[in-house]
């Protein structure tokens, strides 16, 4: 073949492939605006149906129209609507999911193979929060995908059971993990009833699971925590340290004020969040340990201690308006905490940061 | 003779038929797995968990830095924009960077802003002087750095970094328009994988011609000038789709100065951007590639596809020649710079494959296309090439291109589809013709002088860039907003911009 017939072969080749792509795109667009229209039409007809049924629950719904386009469109609103609704509203659309068997189905589909489909049936179950798909969704926290893990992990926060603490904690050092970040907030999503599970769990083997249970007893602010977190100030491992105290912190319980103090001089790795969390507490006796801390070379622990005396009432203020004289970084740091402070600008939020202490 | 010519050039001319196809064909590549890429996002969209991320605790501050440098036109509007962004915690970082216009006094009137006693860290050396921190008096979280212009973005996202007190850095331009979601969705994976992500970037699209209401684009619409619609197919070709190809290979190179997240605490260890850099975004991608790889550290750098940064593109020849001199000078750059990691087993897929291909394809791709050009419009004139094969020679290396934008432009339809006109599809489908004829011979000039300006290293006039604004209007269907268009030329004034 010649070097003209190549080309011109080329050339056929690549115009017919390009018709047939601007096809594909022509033909694409249509069916889009198609189904969008359609779909558009149906979720009209459907919302009034779903909306009626959240203002009385217990009335019965009627759905326009029969069949599965329906059917996958009602499920799509209803998961809307669950994130948005609470009470006998929510109850009342999670029981005609299930009685239209939405729930049994997604059950099934969380065993299946396939990661999207599980995936998403876990996301259904999560919003519905029935007891029973507790345990279909146990059995994703140990899927090969870290994304149908992920999604696993956040359903099963939202069904409040305190069974599930502790595979969740479980999973923040397994071999198919889970970042704490996200089993933290399924925990908070637990509430109180996990509580105990999570004190338990600061005794735990695993010290990122002892971080993270204590980081979560922090957010819930579990005052009956504290004791717990207290010893663990004193935990072997500096990151369970870190969270025990940013924890204490935000309960604000004034047990926790002098071990706080008592770890400033103890541990330099949990110098910048105690001093956080003394300031958190706002106990004026903290002030002239806070003071002292100024002097140190590190900023970020004397930006925390400079933040904090502003949260320690008139006396840490009058302390700092004292220090402003003084030379070196805490001038600095305290001149600009009041200016901060007096223009009413929220201190720098260093405990809850995943980022800079990554515990997986 | 004449023979021995003729065959010299038929020669030299299949070698650059040869170049474009495996050029075109790697792109192709690259397009395809971008499309898989994309369907695996859309696929996860219902449990991507946003709404998760939106609402907990946990999920990392950010701080977006915002180097600005005579945006006196629109820094207000931008900033009021990027406070609406939707995340829960985050603060706006503007470094006025030795602005000679009103961008400070801009920005001091509209927020009511009060000077703070300095106390940044010099966490990343800054070179230009800091002239004073400066804050809303009603605690909005905006922080204002002034200091003295040493003509480098970089210089001034450093002193943005120093000020910012989140641990993801974002660093985007003045003028860039942000999807509301753009913060959460470009966030995701430093949530997602925090012990391996370290950067992320998002799409940069062309704002011109669309109509944009209080900071937000409503309306994507191709725009006016053809200059700045032979714009949107590249930025989709190359931005969109190139970009979230190379990151499903974990070969991502450049994240956009437009639109970058950064962890704050791996750009200090790297001491920030580099001054000097001409290409700082991909330097610092470069260097971060780097830091991780001698470390023998697992990391991620990753493109998301879906948030959306919206910034202006030029409109005129000599503006788009002046930004393309310097894209192409700051990737010589960058890949001097590290040339040491090309070729080498030790960076792995970075230094085995893409600066490879940056090397052969994007430094060298316009001395052979040139090179080839030239050849055969000599072999055309001196008798040596028979015209017939000449045209299909060209109609063959064109078309490749020419399927490549039409590619891209079927997964954009099937995908985002942010262009809902059919009129602004019928144009799109148009300019993937016509930008192959001119438009990319012209591209590839420019792309050559940038190259020679790098071997020779000559100073750049890289601050002056034409500032066309966002024309704004009031709407008549809405009382008091205002409707922006992105539209016409309005002054030449000397300011940052990325790619």
Redesign the interface.
Known sequence: MSGVQVMTWSLAILAAAMTALLVMTAVGRLLRLRRRRRREHLRDKLRPAVVALLAEPDGELQLPSTGRRTEDLFEVLSLDYLAKVRGESREALVRELDARGTVVAAERRVGRWGGVGRASAAELLGRCGLPRSRDPLLGLLTHRSAEVRRVGVRALGRLGDPETVAPLLALVDAKRSVPAATVTQALMRVGAVGAPALRSALRSGSPVQRAVAAETLGLQRAVEAVPDLVVNLDDDNAEARVRAAGALGRIGDPRAFEPLVRSLNTDVSLRVVAAHALGDLGDPNAVSTLVDLLDGARHDVVTAAAESLTRCGPDGLVALRRCTDRGGDGFRQARAALARFELGRSPTNVEADYIQFPVT | MRDVVATVLHAFDTFVLGYFLVLNTFYLGLIVLAGAEIVHVF??H??A?Y??LFT??????VSLVLPARNEEVMIVESVEAMLSLRYP?FEVVVVDDGSTDGTFECLRSAFDL?E????A?DDVPVVGLILGTW???D?RPVVVVRKESSGSKGDAANAGINAA????VGVTDADAVLDEESLLRVVKP??????RTIATGGTVRAANGSTIHRGRVIDARMPRSWLARIQVIEYLRSFLLGRTGWSRISGLLIISGAFGMF?R?IVVELGGFRHGAIGEDADLVARMHRLMRERRQPYRIEFVSEPVCWTEVPESLAVLGRQRRRWARGLADVLWTHRRMIGNPRYGRIGLVVMPYYVVFELLGPVIELLGLSTALLGLVFGLL?P??AA??F??AL??G??LS??S??IE??SY?RYER?RD?GTA?VVSFVENIGFRQLHAWWRLRGLWQAVRNRQLDWGVMTRTGFLTEQDPAVDGPVIADVTGATETRPSHRTR
């Open positions: 696929r996860r219902r449990f968990g709404e998760d907990s605790p946990l999920t990392p501050a915690e009060v703070l006693p300095s106390a860290p804050v809303p008096r605690g007190r989140h641990p993801i430093f949530v997602d994988d925090p012990r962890r605490d028979d017939g094969f299909l020679f109609a063959v078309g490749y020419v399927l039409i590619v432009l079927l339809e099937l589809h059919w599809l489908i």
